[in-house]
């Protein structure tokens, strides 16, 4: 049975269900990167071991990343405004409570609970929030508002680290209880705007739950440690292992069961899930850009942590203007063209910063870094729009949950492939910095590893780094830069050769499920080529 909150949706403000759903969610995308900016000193104020910290930033991604696809499910089955409502009331709760930390023996698992649990309260939220945004703009006005929604969502993530920088100075628990107040907002525009509560009552899938929360997390958990402990740690490749063999496991229960937790014949919409490897490619690039260059500015241009977080401010500048056309284009003339040619130019933008990294002037790089990020605005909100258009009504939760599963999963891949980039160039070139000082070479290789262990950000006093040391950073930079680039790229290929030109078209009823499509109908692409 379908259900659905229909009172009074001729006078909901549609911009006042927008604006509370931005509230809800954006927590959750400042506390990805928010935290890791307070680590040290949150480390040292609570006496936390560094395994005990690192910890504290783990839990909250990898419940977020591994609870995602139950969240879109739940909120299918339980109500969409219902759901945002509970993740937020979870969220701003464990929030509270992780600045409530006490010191003592008791912090670290104090800490690290909490943060799981803001991870299992964003899982709930996201999802929901997104498929009320959806249910309420029409087909042909919603890449504008997902635009504004993933446009302003982005920027929070890009600001996160110098909101973070101005908070730590003050007081640490405030990183934490910034959210009381952003939930409380939130709250008050769910009640006054009073969203579509729509949902479509079936029993949950437990099993598949198991299998899919286990396997994005043990395989996430091995990517995240991946640079920290080594490629040569079997720990890393049992747990990317096991996580990926589980992985396919679920997918194979999910078709062969009656109400599974996802219904895995969406993925046989060619659409759906050519932007879902869009997505996961351009996630290897877009989360990380924001960690790497924060260290970027603190170590190799030896600027403070708030000074160094404005260089993601231009990246953020370039993002949100993007967004915007994007969004426009998407409702005009279809995801195509935003999406591929936004992939070119965040490609071209990485590529020519990275050959402005080593100079270390940074003003000769703000155009660069402005390009890369229009490139990601004007293509990743509407890669993920047009997925989640694939899906019915009735499951544009289930569809959002899918997509931030993947979203989640290319970023854990990208920080394990770049930070692996990231530490062994900067070894390296340390190693030859010392060798050329006259360091006998074992001695140089030894103290380089020391010194290339990957750091959280904020340590120390940037101006005491030697010279050399901040070009060497710079050169191991250069090189992860060259990475997001050749990343960007292949999105490029993909979108080209996987998507179809055109906007779609609603032709199907609501409640009606992807999986009545045959495997090569798209019905929500359109080929007339006046239309392109």
């Not at 008050?188 to 009073?194: E, F, P, Q, T």
Request: glycine share 12%; net charge positive; hydrophobic share 55%.
């Amino acid at each position: 049975m379908h259900t659905t909150s229909t009172a009074g949706t001729g006078v909901r403000s549609k911009g006042l269900i927008l604006a509370a759903m931005i509230f809800a969610v954006a927590m959750t995308f400042i506390d990805q990167t928010i935290v890791s900016i307070g680590a040290p000193t949150i480390q040292h104020s609570l006496g936390l071991s560094s395994s005990g910290m690192q910890w504290a930033i783990n839990a909250y991604l990898l419940t977020l990343a591994a609870l995602f696809a139950f969240g879109g499910r739940l909120a299918d089955i339980a109500g969409h405004r219902k759901m945002v409502v509970l993740g937020v009331i979870i969220f701003a709760g464990a929030s509270a409570l992780c600045g409530l930390t006490p010191s003592g023996g008791i912090a670290e698992a104090w800490l690290v609970a909490f943060r799981a649990l803001q991870g299992a309260g964003g899982a709930i939220m996201f999802p929901a929030a997104i498929a009320i945004v959806v249910a309420t703009f029409e087909l042909h006005s919603r890449g504008r508002a997902l635009a504004l929604f993933f446009g302003i969502a982005g920027g929070l993530t890009a600001i996160g680290p110098i909101v973070g920088g101005y908070l730590i100075e003050w007081k640490w628990q405030s990183i934490f209880w910034i959210n009381v107040p952003v939930a409380l907002i939130a709250l008050a525009l769910i009640a006054i705007s009073k969203p579509p509560n729509e949902s479509r009552p079936a029993p949950m899938d437990y099993r598949g739950l198991v299998l899919i929360a286990a396997g994005v997390g043990l395989s996430v958990f091995g990517f995240q440690q991946s640079a920290r402990w080594g490629w040569s740690d079997p720990v890393i490749w049992a747990s990317i292992a096991a996580g990926v063999v589980l992985l396919i496991v679920f997918f194979r229960v999910e078709a062969r069961t009656e109400s599974p937790l996802i219904n895995v014949q969406i993925f046989r919409n060619q659409t759906f899930t050519v932007e879902n490897i869009i997505l996961g490619i351009a996630m290897m690039a877009f989360i990380p850009v924001f960690f790497f260059t924060a260290l970027y500015g603190q170590i190799a241009l030896a600027e403070k942590p708030t000074t160094s977080s404005l260089l993601i401010l231009y990246f953020f500048l370039g993002f949100v203007v993007c967004a915007q056309i994007g969004g426009r284009m998407l409702d005009r003339i279809g995801a195509k063209r935003p999406v591929v040619a936004g992939s070119v130019l965040a490609a071209v933008g990485f590529g020519l910063w990275a050959g402005r990294a080593t100079d270390l002037h940074p003003g000769a790089q703000v155009i660069y870094i402005v390009m890369a990020g229009a490139g990601m605005g004007l293509m990743l909100g509407q890669a993920n729009t047009d997925a989640i258009n694939r899906a019915s009504r009735y499951s544009y939760g289930e569809a959002t949950g899918i997509t931030q599963t993947v979203r989640n999963y290319g970023a854990s891949l990208g920080f394990a492939i770049l930070g692996t980039v990231l530490v062994t160039r900067f070894q390296s070139a340390i190693t030859a910095s010392l060798t050329g000082r006259g360091l006998p070479g074992p001695a140089a290789h030894a103290q380089a590893a020391k010194i290339a262990q990957l750091p959280q950000g904020g340590n120390g006093n940037p101006a005491a780094i030697p010279a050399f040391i901040r070009a060497d950073f710079a050169s191991a930079t250069r090189d992860v830069l060259f990475g997001m680039c050749v990343i960007m790229a292949v999105a490029a290929f993909v979108a080209l050769r996987g998507l179809r030109w055109g906007i779609q078209e609603d032709t199907t009823a609501a409640g009606t499920g992807l999986s009545s499509q045959l495997p090569d109908e798209d019905p929500g692409a359109d080929l007339n080529p006046a239309r392109r």
